[in-house]
């Protein structure tokens, strides 16, 4: 997978009118936070690339790093944590000394969206980014996506038919694209909101993290 588009938007990117106008808008209440593209966080070596679905608006948004500062991230980087893809403190605020192993974190798209949902549009504007994170990643083999957005993007991002591979909680898929072959893990997304109603527990997240453990032990 060749590309001349580099891994993560540029500062003043603007491909999306109504992500610049919110982020400017919430930077006229905000200015100290980051308000503008976030970019991957982890290891260019990692061999698992985890896809969330945008910044969060009080989350990565403030504080510039995936997952950080809301709900979503303390599940995820305690999970992370715990099957050993990280190394460090881990802070809300992003005030820490955390660092992943063997894994990185994006997004489908890198921009806060209002509501937290990306327009289909928006999604599109952004894949181009994507799809150069995953080609500067030669040595990942498998995907993480949190929620059905991330894994409609990576689905697309390789060029294959979404619904030959429906997203399901715990689903797994066998992608091949360009000569390389992924396995995908699909999860629902870490949310504050769908921890809250139940749809997904710590158990359950741990599952499709153990999953992607076996695969990983037994392809290195």
């Not at 891994?7 to 209440?29: F, G, Q, W």
């Not at 820490?96 to 990306?118: E, G, H, S």
Request: charged residues 20%; aromatic residues 8%; glycine residues 8%.
């Amino acid at each position: 997978m060749r590309t001349n588009t580099p891994p993560e938007a540029p500062a003043n990117c603007t491909l999306c009118p109504r992500l610049v106008d919110y982020i400017k808008e919430i930077a006229r209440v905000e200015p100290s936070w980051h308000n503008g593209p976030v970019d991957s966080f982890g290891e260019e070596s990692a061999k698992m690339l985890i896809i969330g679905m945008a910044p969060g608006r009080g989350g990565a948004n403030r504080t510039g790093r995936p997952f950080t500062g809301d709900g979503a991230g303390d599940l995820l980087y305690k999970a992370l944590a715990k099957h050993g893809f990280s190394r460090g403190k881990f802070d809300k605020n992003g005030q820490d000394d955390l660092r992943l192993v063997n894994c990185m974190i994006t997004n489908a798209v890198r921009c806060v969206p209002p509501q937290n949902k990306p327009t289909g549009e928006e999604t599109r504007n952004c894949r181009p980014f994507l799809i150069s994170r995953l080609a500067h990643l030669p040595n990942v083999i498998a995907l993480f996506a949190l929620g059905r957005i991330a894994h409609d993007n990576i689905i697309s991002t390789l060029g294959l038919r979404r619904a030959a591979y429906p997203f399901a909680h715990r689903a797994e898929h066998e992608l091949t694209s360009n000569g390389k072959t992924y396995r995908l893990f699909d999860s629902y997304h870490c949310s504050r909101y769908n921890t809250n109603t139940g749809r997904l527990t710590e158990a359950m997240f741990n599952d499709v993290f153990l999953a992607v453990r076996a695969y990983l032990d037994n392809n290195s």
